[in-house]
């Protein structure tokens, strides 16, 4: 069975502070995601990973950087928190495209970030 | 820029009849794929159903179906006879085919009446 896990579901943390999200998928894909879900927004990209120690902008990279040292694993760091950043977090992976197929993202659980 | 929009942000549907989700797009690539997920309570994010730009025949799995229009550029969601387990939020998403990241739409929250 296939599996992307968070670190956290629960995070609180205070304006300031450096927050790691951490993402770990099981399922040997080469591109990972980090989403942030907001009401009425949907999901956006904050970064993506097409491989080890590779790592784009998506939508909305302000305030966040990320890092991928090994294959199944893809972090979110929040330099400096702030309320602003309040949200959902979801990371996910797939396989790359051109190979066929659907190859769907497949989700993590999510972590609710509340910064106070 | 690609684009997805979905319309209705909330719905009921009674159980047991079919029910409708709206998704249009907006794309300039020839080719790209259209995804439908659903998100219960409980957070995590499901695969409901692709459509391929190429694909002839509308996508069906189980009680879904994506009524694919590709001159309306649009992908609706279909769900047959549904049930109380269906109450959850439902994400249009779209992907370049030459690209992994997906675009979201902004959701449709669907509440199942028994």
């Known amino acids: 069975d296939v599996k992307v896990t968070q670190s956290s579901r629960y995070l609180v943390k205070r304006t300031g502070e450096k927050v790691f999200l951490e993402c770990v998928q099981d399922m040997d894909h080469e591109n990972m995601f980090w989403y942030r879900q907001d009401p009425g927004l949907g999901l956006r990209l904050i970064y993506f990973s097409y491989d080890v120690k590779m790592k784009e902008k998506g939508d909305i990279p302000e305030g966040y950087s990320v890092s991928r040292e090994k294959k199944e694993r893809f972090s979110l760091i929040l330099e400096s928190a702030s309320t602003n950043q309040t949200s959902m977090y979801l990371c996910?992976?797939?396989?790359?495209?051109?190979?066929?197929?659907?190859?769907?993202?497949?989700f993590g659980p999510g972590t609710r970030l509340t910064v106070t | 820029a690609q684009k997805i929009t979905q319309t209705q942000p909330g719905m009921f549907v009674q159980e047991k009849e079919a029910v409708t989700l709206d998704c249009t797009y907006d794309t300039s690539d020839q080719s790209y794929g259209l995804f439908w997920y659903k998100q219960p309570s409980s957070g995590e994010m499901i695969f409901l159903i692709y459509?391929?730009?190429?694909?002839?025949q509308n996508a069906t799995e189980g009680r879904y179906s994506l009524n694919f229009q590709k001159a309306r550029k649009s992908a609706n969601l279909v769900i047959s006879a549904s049930q109380l387990g269906d109450s959850a939020m439902y994400f249009c998403?779209?992907?370049?085919?030459?690209?992994?990241?997906?675009?979201f739409g902004q959701g449709t929250t669907l509440q199942v009446k028994p």
């Open positions: 996910a992976s797939s396989l790359p495209p051109g190979r066929g197929a659907s190859y769907e993202q497949y």
């Open positions: 459509q391929g730009s190429y694909d002839e």
């Open positions: 998403a779209m992907r370049g085919i030459n690209t992994g990241k997906l675009i």
